[in-house]
C-alpha cells in the first residue's frame, strides 16, 4: 500500500471558515470548543441530540456521521471536514473530498487505521517495529495463526476484531490452539488480528500533528497505565530513558511521514525490558491520553489538530507544568453524583465532564492535575481519585 498525501490545497484555512465534524462524542466536542477559541465556526454531525459536542459546535445535525450523503452535504457548506473517530466509514470521507472540501484525515489514512489487519500489515511492510501477529478470516485460519504463533515462541495471543472493539472490548486472551474455536465464536465468528503477548514494562504514547506539505511536531512522551483494559492514567512526561524517549518519537513521526496522514496521529506503543519500542495501536485523531495535554502543554492536542488540518503553522510543544490525565468512568457514579467538591478543593486539579448519562465502565469525564514536580502532581491525582472512590 502507498502512503497518500491528502489531496488538500497548501494555502491556510483561517477563521471564521467552517469546520466541521463527523462525530460528536466527547473528542468531537473538545475539537469544536478548541475551533471555537480559535475562532472557526463548527458543525458536528452526530447520531443523537444528546452527543456532548452539542454543547460547542455551532450547528448540530442529527444524522449519521458515516453516511456518504450526509457528508457530502455538510461538505458544502464547509472549508474542512475531520473525524472524531475510526468507526465513520471512509466512504463518508470519500463523498467529502469530491465535494472540494479539505478532508483531514484522509479515506485511505481512515481505512487503515480502522482495520487492525490493514494496520498491522502498513506497519510489517514500511519496517515499523511492531510484535509478532497474524490474521484470522475463518476458524481454519484461526487455529493456523495459533499454531504458527506458539511455535514462534508466544507464551500468550491476544484476539482482537478486526474492526471496532475499544477500552478492551472486542479482545480475548488464549494460551493454547485448543481455546481457539471458543475464542472465535466469542468475538462473533469475525475477521481477528493475533498478536504474541508482549513482555512490557510500561506503556506510552507518541501524538504527532503533521499539515499536508509534511510539515510536522509532536507531543512529549506520555507514559500510560491502563486498568481492566481501559485507560486509567496518562503521565506527562513519561519516567523514561532518553533513549527509548528518543527512540518513540522517531518511531511515531516515522508512522505519521509513511501513512501521509493530515491532522494527528496518536501511536500508541510498548516499551520492552530492554528500552526498545513496538507499536501497539495507531488513531488518526485527537486521543485519549493527550487530555492531559488541555493543562499541561504549551498547547492542547486539539489545538494542533485544528492547526494541523487547516494548514496554520505547528510549534514546538513544551510542557508548561508536569502533568496526569485521570479517567472517571460510569463506575463512580454507583451510588449518585460523586462529590467532586472535595478535588476541586486542591488548586492543583480540574474536572472535566462530558455530559453523559452513567453505566459502568464509561467514560465520564477526566481529572488533570499538575504541579512543580510529576510525583507532586501524581500524588495529588491519585489522592483525588481515592476522595472520589470512598464517597
Avoid at 19 to 35: F, K, N, R, Y
Avoid at 113 to 124: A, N
Avoid at 331 to 347: Q, R, S
Amino acid at each position: 500500500m502507498k502512503p497518500q498525501l491528502e489531496s488538500i490545497a497548501h494555502k491556510p484555512t483561517l477563521p471564521p471558515e467552517h469546520i466541521t465534524v463527523l462525530g460528536g462524542g466527547q473528542l468531537g466536542s473538545m475539537l469544536c470548543e478548541a475551533a471555537k477559541r480559535m475562532g472557526y465556526r463548527t458543525f458536528c454531525v452526530s447520531s443523537h441530540e444528546t452527543d456532548p459536542a452539542r454543547r460547542w459546535a455551532d450547528h448540530h445535525l442529527i444524522a449519521d456521521p458515516g453516511e456518504p450523503a450526509t457528508a457530502a452535504r455538510v461538505a458544502r457548506q464547509s472549508a474542512v471536514v475531520t473525524v472524531e473517530a475510526e468507526s465513520i466509514d471512509p466512504a463518508a470521507l470519500e463523498a467529502a473530498a469530491n465535494a472540494s472540501c479539505r478532508v483531514a484525515p484522509s479515506a485511505e489514512v481512515q481505512r487503515t487505521v480502522r482495520d487492525r489487519r490493514l494496520e498491522k500489515l502498513f506497519l510489517r511492510d514500511h519496517g515499523l517495529a511492531v510484535g509478532p501477529f497474524a490474521i484470522a478470516e475463518s476458524p481454519k485460519q484461526m487455529n493456523e495463526a495459533a499454531e504458527t504463533l506458539l511455535a514462534g515462541g508466544a507464551k500468550k495471543i491476544v484476539a482482537k476484531t478486526a474492526r471496532g472493539g475499544y477500552d478492551g472490548k472486542g479482545q480475548r486472551w488464549l494460551h493454547s490452539i485448543e481455546e481457539s474455536a471458543d475464542v472465535w465464536e466469542a468475538l462473533g465468528s469475525t475477521p481477528l488480528v493475533l498478536e504474541a503477548g508482549i513482555d512490557f514494562v510500561a506503556e506510552a504514547s507518541v501524538i504527532v500533528a503533521r499539515s499536508a506539505d509534511g510539515r510536522m511536531t509532536h507531543f512529549p512522551v506520555f507514559q500510560n497505565e491502563h486498568r481492566r483494559g481501559i485507560l486509567f492514567q496518562t503521565r506527562m512526561p513519561g519516567d523514561f530513558p532518553p533513549a527509548t524517549v528518543a527512540k518513540a518519537i522517531q518511531l511515531g513521526r516515522g508512522t505519521a511521514e509513511a501513512l501521509g496522514v493530515v491532522g494527528l496521529l496518536a501511536v500508541e506503543m510498548f516499551i520492552l525490558p530492554d528500552g526498545d519500542v513496538f507499536i501497539n495501536e495507531l488513531a488518526a485523531r485527537p486521543h485519549n491520553s493527550g487530555h492531559v495535554t488541555l493543562r499541561a502543554a504549551s498547547r492542547s492536542q486539539f489545538e494542533m489538530h485544528i492547526a494541523a488540518i487547516c494548514g496554520l503553522p505547528l510549534p514546538e510543544i513544551h510542557i508548561v507544568q508536569p502533568g496526569v490525565m485521570t479517567n472517571l468512568l460510569g463506575d463512580l457514579w454507583a451510588h449518585g453524583e460523586p462529590d467532586f467538591a472535595k478535588v476541586l478543593a486542591d488548586g492543583r486539579g480540574m474536572i472535566h465532564l462530558y455530559g453523559k448519562s452513567p453505566r459502568p465502565g464509561r467514560k465520564m469525564g477526566h481529572m488533570i492535575h499538575t504541579a512543580a514536580t510529576l510525583a507532586e502532581a501524581v500524588q495529588a491525582a491519585n489522592a483525588a481519585f481515592a476522595l472520589l472512590q470512598n464517597a
